[in-house]
């Protein structure tokens, strides 16, 4: 199973996914690169810009 299909899963959850929970789960470097590619495949995705300590960063959830 690819990382995109595992993440697609994870998302289908209805949780939201940031890049280091994706690290953790999936090993997957590069999120974003992924939910492009799911993006690619006719998903919505939605991305919300999170801040936490100074730091800005995506958490993305599955669309209806």
């Known amino acids: 199973m690819t990382q995109a299909q595992r993440i697609l ?3 289908k959850t209805g949780k939201t996914l940031t890049p280091m929970q994706a690290l953790q789960k999936f090993g997957c470097f590069r999120l974003a690169a992924r939910i492009a590619d799911l993006r690619k495949d006719g998903h919505t995705i939605w991305t919300n810009y ?3 300590d100074n730091k800005i960063f995506a958490a993305y959830k599955l669309g209806k």
Do not use: A, E, G, S
Request: glycine letters at 0%; zero cysteines; proline letters at 0%.
């Open 50 to 52: 999170v801040q936490k």
């Open 9 to 11: 899963i994870y998302l």
